[in-house]
């Protein structure tokens, strides 16, 4: 069988943070919300797993891998492929192989753990952005977020050794007649979860030829804080866990968590050293890789847990996380109904952000039958230039409060691409100080427009600043 | 070749206009009917004598009805040809335009434009929201219009280095003068002079927009009956209102879509403009249009306009609005009637109301508020947004 290994690997976080104790706080007086410190990572009301899964696997997907696989347990879509949707975002070619992965929150390292037993490359993400209740432990506990990994026959991390349980522990499930997650006893579920995650630890040692002091870094999701102490004593591992620390910066981030950790592993790792990435959720996967080098994109991964903006204000959090239904008024009620045929006509171009170059080499969007360009007079084919990629700065800028947006102000204008292209468009993850004339923006695949009555939901991109500021006190 | 135009070959025989506003107790037909018999007491002739009707609705087919059959019903006009025109905000101006070609050419003695909008029985302020077409809406922003037009600001600050809050500052006094205006304007939507601070201090609604910069929607209709200059004889008017010019310029994408403009003005009203100029022989517009009617749908964009009309030289509009040049008092008045501003906004009816006050004017019948002198006025309407618009120059006078 040939070596198979992680070639690169990525990681996605939205711009907000809540810190879990302040947020808690906003609760005392009913004594609810959990008492677990750090930060959740908090998506925009734009962003969902597919947004997030997509730009992950945008850093990790600059060429065109032979199979995609979407994982998620929080899929918007629940008939109408992810990974369909993510091969048009990313424009990739139709042909690839494409897989959605969900059911638990092992479905990324399950994914991944197919990828390295097959053959060709792989592209696996995993994004979510679950729902929970207010006031439930989960509420503070998930976090948003994302992670890529690609996978083929040669990279700088080699599987050396790999196990894989099936276990139906329910410590926590949904269904589609509840589905916020319904937790049960934290005790009971550390107990019994570090058993099984031990066991699937001993496996991949096993498999490997190799004991469990020979790890150097670890990435073992964790169903709750706390659940690795127990791990790790039980297998005499003395390195820290990065999931850990994922969990404390940014939040349990479901079937993305081991992927984001292995990131965070991998950054610290030496030459030769070897690391542990395992998935949790109904059972464990667990995989050990031997790091000869570099993983790229691991540091830049590990980078996001200190990026972000500080959410203060709880009942936005409330709003962003699905848990306050404001009366928004009569502007929101705007039909906002799709038709599959048009989507069908123009969807790839819009979520791949295509646009086309004339024959005097102006850009456009949305391609047309006549060019923009008025040095030409008749109609042409334009030749594709994706625009998702491209930088560009703002000719034209508002904060328009009128608007209904969930999340207001609505920021849009006027963006001038370095490639010359220009476009309308809407702006995100705005800055303290909102956007202004000038100001350098790239490009987000973002939610576009959200049919309530309906239950659809269509993507574009947007411009956001170039760089994420670092975290205040991060 | 440069086609003849029409200038001085139609007469403008009768105009009407409702009070704009919140018409809570009455309809789109109401409105319709109030200014038409306005308009035709005005030019003194019967409903018979009509030869064919344009009817500019621009919003909300709900209210009023699409096609033109809402104005055949409303004025029970017998069998004549009746036509809807629609092009946003510069309906109003479209529907005066088609009329006005019908009497130039020929093609019958007398015709009407009547342009209506019923906007308060959306149920909130502001435009309806529409759809921009179902392709469109997968990537298009659904901004709101003063949304679209804040935009100019920021734009407009940047390419003429000019200081954030002196700009805010002659916004405010474009607003605060059609507010002194709109006072006077007992056919005004909003009657109640506002100080600069209040206008300053107002709820943002889309930076740098403040409440008091935009302007809100109303109820109303406006209506202009034409013939020829030699049929206006006949009946006795030896020197009517003339039309001398009306242009249009449209987008087609190139402000959207191709990299050379900058944001900070509305390049078809430049073209409009021009071609206003031209077709009616005026070659110093500050010297010889007497007052102006603009498009002030927002304070931003009647500064802007100012510019766009050669009305103040690019880069000084902020400081020819601060020093009172477009006042009532001062040396070329705009929106003397409140403007969109004050008198209101019913889309489709905006670019006649327009031309009616030019008209009153013209005329010397504007009571309180008339200027001496007037020979030539200019309306300008503008449909869209600043990166895809519709501009209307038209130009109205005697002699």
Not at chain 2, 72 to 100: D, F, K, W
Request: with cysteine; hydrophobic share 45%; aromatic share 6%.
């Amino acid at each position: 069988m040939p070596e198979r290994c992680v070639s690169a690997i990525a990681g996605y976080l939205p711009l907000l943070r809540i810190d879990r104790k302040a947020a808690s706080a906003a609760l005392r007086w009913s004594g609810l919300g959990g008492g677990v410190g750090g930060r959740r990572a908090v998506a925009g009301w734009d962003e969902d797993a597919l947004t997030m899964a997509v730009e992950a696997a945008r850093e990790v997907a600059p060429l065109s891998p032979d199979r995609l696989i979407l994982a998620s347990t929080s899929g918007y879509f629940t008939e109408r492929s992810q990974a369909a949707m993510a091969v048009d975002a990313l424009a990739l070619p139709r042909s690839i192989r494409t897989g959605d992965a969900a059911g638990s929150r092992r479905a990324g390292t399950s994914a991944m753990l197919t990828a390295l037993e097959g053959r060709e490359e792989w592209v696996v993400a995993a994004g979510e952005k679950r729902f929970a209740k207010a006031g439930s432990a989960q509420h503070l506990l998930f976090g948003d977020g994302a992670a890529a990994v690609r996978i083929g026959d040669e990279g700088a991390a080699r599987l050396v050794g790999s196990a894989s349980l099936a276990h139906d522990l329910v410590d926590i499930y949904a269904t589609r007649d509840h589905p916020e997650p319904y937790a049960f006893e934290e005790r009971f579920v550390r107990d019994t979860a570090a058993e099984v995650i031990s066991a699937a630890i001993r496996s991949a040692l096993s498999a490997a030829g190799l004991t469990a002091a020979a790890l150097k870094a670890v990435a073992v999701a964790e169903p709750l804080p706390n659940t690795w102490p127990a791990i790790a004593r039980a297998l005499g591992i003395t390195v820290p866990n990065a999931a850990t620390l994922v969990l404390e910066r940014v939040g349990d981030l479901g079937a993305a968590q081991p992927l984001l950790a292995l990131a965070v592993a991998f950054a610290y790792a030496q030459p030769g050293d070897l690391v542990l990435c395992a998935g949790f959720g109904s059972g464990c996967d667990a995989m050990i890789f031997e790091v000869a080098g570099e993983v790229p994109g691991a540091r830049a991964a590990a980078a996001l847990l200190g990026d972000g903006v500080a959410l203060t204000d709880y009942s936005r959090f409330l709003s962003l996380t699905g848990n306050l239904d404001l009366a928004w008024g009569m502007r929101s009620e705007f039909e906002q109904k799709t038709q599959a045929s048009v989507l069908e006509r123009g969807g790839r171009d819009v979520h791949g952000f295509i646009g086309g170059r004339d024959s005097l080499g102006n850009v456009q969007f949305p391609k047309t039958a006549m060019p923009v360009n008025p040095a030409l007079s008749g109609s042409e084919a334009l030749q594709d230039v994706r625009l998702a990629d491209s930088t560009g700065r703002v000719i034209s800028a508002t904060a328009d409060r009128l608007n209904f947006t969930p999340d207001p102000p609505f920021d849009f204008g006027l963006v001038q691409f370095d490639n010359g292209a220009r476009v309308m468009m809407e702006f995100t993850d705005r800055p303290a100080s909102g956007f202004a004339v000038g100001d350098r923006v790239r490009m987000r695949f973002r939610i576009k427009g959200q049919d309530t009555r309906r239950g659809f939901r269509t993507y574009f991109w947007k411009a956001a600043p170039v760089d994420r500021p670092a975290l205040e006190n991060g | 070749m440069m086609a003849s135009g029409i200038r001085d070959k139609v007469a403008i025989l009768g105009m009407g206009c409702t009070a704009f506003g919140e018409h809570w107790s009455r309809g789109a037909d109401d409105l319709m009917v109030e200014a038409f018999e306005e308009a035709i007491v005005d030019a003194g002739i019967g409903r018979e004598d009509i030869g064919a009707a344009w009817v500019g609705n621009a919003l909300d087919d709900i209210n009023v009805g699409n096609s033109a059959l809402p104005l055949a019903h409303a004025l029970r006009l017998q069998t004549i040809p009746v036509t809807r025109v629609e092009n946003m905000c510069a309906t109003g101006t479209e529907a005066l335009r088609a009329a006005s070609y019908a009497v130039a050419a020929g093609a019958v003695d007398i015709a009407l434009a009547l342009g209506v909008e019923k906007l308060k029985d959306t149920g909130y302020g502001g435009l309806p929201l529409k759809t921009k077409g179902l392709f469109n809406d997968l990537w298009m922003p659904y901004g709101s219009a003063p949304g679209t037009f804040a935009q100019l600001a920021g734009a407009y600050a940047a390419r003429h280095g000019i200081d954030a809050g002196d700009l805010k500052r002659a916004m405010a006094h474009v607003s605060w003068k059609s507010h002194q205006n709109g006072a006077l304007n007992a056919k005004a939507h909003l009657r109640k002079p506002v100080d600069m601070d209040k206008i300053l201090g107002a709820p943002m609604i889309a930076d740098p927009l403040g409440l008091f910069d935009c302007c809100g929607v109303s109820d109303g209709a406006a209506c202009a009956i034409v013939t020829t200059p030699e049929i206006a004889a006949s009946l006795g008017r030896q020197d009517p209102v003339l039309v001398k010019a009306i242009q249009l310029s449209a987008s087609n994408g190139w402000e959207l879509g191709f990299g050379e403009w900058d944001g900070s003005y509305v390049r078809n009203t430049r073209v409009a403009a021009a071609r206003a100029y031209a077709e009616a022989g005026v070659s110093d517009p500050r010297r010889e249009i007497a007052l102006t009617e603009v498009h002030d749908c927002f304070s931003v964009t009647e500064l802007v306009t100012m510019e766009d009309l050669g009305l103040s030289d690019e880069g000084r509009a902020p400081f020819d609005i601060l020093d009172g040049r477009f006042d009532r008092g001062g040396a070329q008045p705009c929106q003397i009637d409140g403007g969109l501003k004050c008198f209101g906004h019913p889309v489709g009816a905006s670019g006649l109301r327009m031309a009616y006050e030019v008209y009153t004017q013209l005329l010397g019948r504007a009571g309180d508020r008339q200027r001496d002198g007037v020979r030539l006025g200019l309306t300008h309407n503008l449909g869209g947004a600043p990166f895809n618009s519709v501009a209307a120059v038209s130009i109205l006078g005697r002699g």
